[in-house]
């Protein structure tokens, strides 16, 4: 019923930019929050950004400074800013979010990755 597809992942140098993208099947305006989170080779999938219904942002310490998360209710689309990259960024990013269903279930949704490499 939901569905989110990241894009704009590829290969870039370090200190470079890109803008990675979530579309969402639907309207995101009804979702508690969503955000952003990587997973390096061998590692755990971890937390990049947040952003709230809100407006609210949250990063991870490593990430801040130089990442911006940021939504377009009317695209229905969410994004994430990421500038000085280093190689250590390297990861396939995944787009998230979750909302409450009308049963006050929490409702968890993931897109299927977009990869990310950093090179020195």
């Not at 755990?44 to 939504?71: C, H, M, P, W």
């Not at 994430?80 to 269903?101: F, G, I």
């Amino acid at each position: 019923q939901v569905q989110l597809v990241e894009s704009g992942g590829g290969l870039v140098q370090a200190g470079g930019s890109l803008r990675l993208s979530c579309a969402a099947s639907g309207t995101i305006s009804g979702f508690l929050a969503m955000g952003w989170y990587r997973q390096a080779p061998g590692k755990q999938r971890d937390l990049v950004a947040t952003i709230s219904s809100g407006g609210s942002t949250n990063y991870a310490e490593s990430v801040k400074g130089r990442f911006t998360i940021s939504r377009d209710n009317a695209k229905n689309t969410l994004y994430l800013q990421m500038n000085s990259l280093k190689p250590e960024d390297t990861a396939v990013y995944y787009c998230h979010a979750k909302r409450y269903s009308s049963s006050y279930h929490l409702m968890e949704y993931w897109g299927q990755g977009t990869q990310v490499i950093v090179s020195s």
